[in-house]
DNA sequence: ATCAAATGTGAATGATATTCATTTGTCAAC
DNA sequence: GTTGACAAATGAATATCATTCACATTTGAT
């Protein structure tokens, strides 16, 4: 009856805040040691270890290692987008909005240490921006072009291209391939997929770039 | 000394031509079972099996699964990449080269069955369609920007986010989250990225697409 | 025919994802 | 406060391969 009665309210028992705690120290923990040495050299036993739960535990909480990586990935793209949110909500540009974000999850993507190594698995991470960041960037995409600025008839078909063209571009450069500098034409290239005019792209892609807040 | 003349002559000894057999039998192999089940559930036993050679081998001519796979995909970019060729040959217009050959590997991609599991590891196809087809594709990206018709200023870069958007739309088919029918669409957006107006890139897409020669 | 070098071989190794029989924790009911 | 049934945690044991390596075979110059 008690534990009726918590399910309908919605309140919290021990064991579903146990629960919720062992589940984030495990996409915690897998997200640490997956930076450190890549996603497939990462090892259960090691995540368990930092998560502090049992070997075993994991797979009461994820079907498979794949599985662990997704979450981490959907949580450091969710992180992600809400930092670039907070920035952008104060944008007047329709057309500035997108151009922004795409700018940011490049820079992150190239510059920060943990991130390199998750890129390895490039259809895992786009995958995850594409579920996570989609809504925001496909609602950013749909109000430009309501401005008349972008021109795309399937928002949600630019977007799919565009993680994946985001994620080799990235990838690129964590390899030396591409030197960092060729950032602003990648997201002039990016913006031409949404039917932005070249001279246009390269307005927006030269714009200064506020900072996003701290994590 | 008859080692030497063969070697100055360019002659293939027996040895030579056993090596050149298990390299190819082993890459075919490896296309044959990588392609029924996927990069990660391919075994070097099956492979070797099919290849007919011992287990030990493979490692005399691959240093890894991984770098076996790589040569697999690069065998299969550049035998579609010479298809592609043999038919823009003859094409007058610098627009429309590019153009058909990215709406080529679309369809090869989602259409042909062995493609499919392929495509799991985004980051290795995409990594081998920018070292096999890139001389093909940027130079043809090149002649377009000569003509007037595009407009970028790296066609490597357009290309190297080309292969990652190519290969995630394809993904995307093979997965049915996105219609076949929205090839056309994705072939304007690739446009867009090399600076063909939405306009312009409608009507390359729309042209009609002649049939590639067999394989 | 003989030898050294090159190549082939597959049983053994090692690493690790995943399973499962047990133990431990939780909480409603009494 | 005790109990019992259920949920969750546990880690030793299992299963699966990629890779290695000691040895066998083939090659080709002499």
Same mark, same amino acid.
């Given at each position: 009856?008690?534990?009726?009665?918590?399910?309908?309210?919605? #309140?919290?028992?021990?064991?579903? %805040?146990?629960?919720?705690?062992?589940r984030?120290? +495990?996409?915690?923990?897998?997200?640490?040691?997956?930076?450190?040495?890549?996603?497939?050299?990462?090892?259960?036993?090691?995540? *368990?270890?930092?998560?502090? #739960?049992?070997?075993?535990?994991?797979?009461?909480?994820?079907?498979?290692?794949?599985?662990?990586?997704?979450y981490v990935?959907?949580?450091?793209?969710? %992180?992600?987008?809400?930092?670039?949110?907070?920035?952008? &909500? &104060?944008?007047?540009?329709?057309?500035?909005?997108?151009?922004?974000?795409?700018? &940011?999850?490049?820079?992150?993507?190239?510059?920060?240490? =943990?991130? =390199?190594?998750?890129?390895?698995?490039?259809e895992?991470?786009?995958?995850?921006?594409?579920?996570?960041?989609? $809504?925001?960037?496909?609602?950013?995409?749909?109000?430009a072009?309501?401005?008349g =600025?972008?021109?795309?008839?399937? $928002?949600?078909?630019?977007?799919?291209?565009?993680?994946?063209?985001?994620?080799?571009?990235?990838?690129? #450069? *964590?390899?030396?391939?591409?030197? $960092?500098?060729?950032?602003?034409?990648?997201?002039?290239?990016? +913006?031409?997929?949404?039917?932005?005019? =070249?001279? @246009?792209?390269?307005?927006?892609?030269?714009?200064? *770039? $506020?900072?996003?807040?701290? @994590?």
């Amino acid at each position: 009856m008690d534990r009726l009665m918590r399910t309908v309210q919605n #309140v919290e028992s021990r064991s579903d %805040r146990r629960k919720r705690r062992n589940r984030q120290a +495990l996409i915690d923990a897998g997200y640490e040691v997956m930076a450190k040495k890549g996603i497939d050299a990462a090892t259960m036993s090691e995540i *368990c270890e930092l998560a502090d #739960v049992g070997l075993g535990t994991v797979y009461n909480y994820f079907a498979s290692k794949d599985e662990l990586a997704m979450y981490v990935m959907e949580q450091v793209m969710e %992180r992600l987008a809400q930092r670039i949110e907070a920035v952008t &909500n &104060n944008f007047t540009d329709p057309g500035q909005v997108y151009a922004f974000g795409i700018r &940011n999850v490049m820079k992150a993507a190239t510059t920060d240490q =943990r991130w =390199r190594w998750l890129l390895r698995r490039s259809e895992v991470i786009a995958g995850a921006m594409y579920r996570v960041m989609g $809504p925001y960037a496909i609602r950013d995409i749909r109000q430009a072009v309501a401005a008349g =600025r972008y021109h795309t008839e399937d $928002p949600a078909l630019a977007w799919r291209q565009a993680t994946h063209a985001i994620v080799g571009f990235s990838l690129a #450069v *964590c390899d030396k391939d591409i030197l $960092p500098g060729k950032m602003d034409e990648a997201v002039v290239n990016l +913006l031409g997929m949404v039917g932005v005019s =070249r001279a @246009e792209a390269w307005d927006l892609a030269k714009r200064p *770039c $506020p900072e996003l807040p701290g @994590e």
